[in-house]
């Protein structure tokens, strides 16, 4: 009798033990249900606009499973990630339209970057500039002026000016064909470069920017081209006009008592007409007058030393 007892008693406790273990078995079911799938909670860092189609990696390395891929334009989040100054970096990523896409792109795959860090996004959008379309460089141009204008005064903020100022004088001669708005581009760069304080650095770089500015400006005709000047040759004085000219230069030093000057000027005309039958005229007034000048000072000097 005790013995059926005791079997009894055995099989109830069988029995609870299974049915704690369905117990424990359903509700780890439910509760993966409920939170096995819940997605990771992140902080959103920034914005960003997708630049060309890309890849989601699960991890910041192109060797690792991807997580799907995004289009151009897309609009994404910055992930509790912020990239360094380099745009190969590694950013994590989401689209806005489906939080629960997200996984690692390249910052070279990034647009119109607006994050916590002022700083990177000037930076950013200043390594975009050299491979902008003239469509769409002018508001670049634009948008990154407008940064520039908060941040605190730097070389580096001297160097992007002098870069602006470039590009728009690239974009001005793209569009030279109308007149109107590579004037406007060209008074822009004047306006970046002016930007520069006067005791910067990067001063002694921005005359190479100058002097596209002045190019553009002249093909536009606004100046005159400085090198399309051509100066008149300076004709060689002739042999006569230069005797004329010391025989006009003695007469004076003679009216006015310079008598050695007089016969040095005579002398010279004489030289250099010596020999030309064209110039015997005014060769034989030039030896007159040497000859009258060195008389006169010849009595000049005698009578200086009679005063004595």
Known sequence: MSSNRGVGRGYRVAGLVVCLLAVMAITAAITLALFGTREPT????????VDTPVSLHRQPSEDTETAGTLEAGEPVEILEYVPQKTLDAWVLIRPKQNVKLYGYAPLRSLDHLETKN???DLWHAMQLLAQASPADLKDRLTSI?????TAPPSEEKDRSYQTLASESVRLANDRIDNPDEARTLVTSAETYLDRIPPDSPVVPETEEVRAAIQKVRITLGDIHDPAAEVKAPVEPASPRGEITRLLKEATAAF??????????????AVAKGQGKRDLTKLVDQARALQKKAETAQEEYEKVNIQSR
Do not use: C, W
């Open 255 to 268: 009216d006015n008592g310079r008598y050695a000057r007089a016969a040095n000027l005579s002398q010279q």
């Open 145 to 149: 002026g407008d940064m520039l204008k």
């Open 42 to 49: 992140f902080a959103s860092f920034g914005t960003a606009v």
């Open 118 to 120: 002022e700083e990177l």
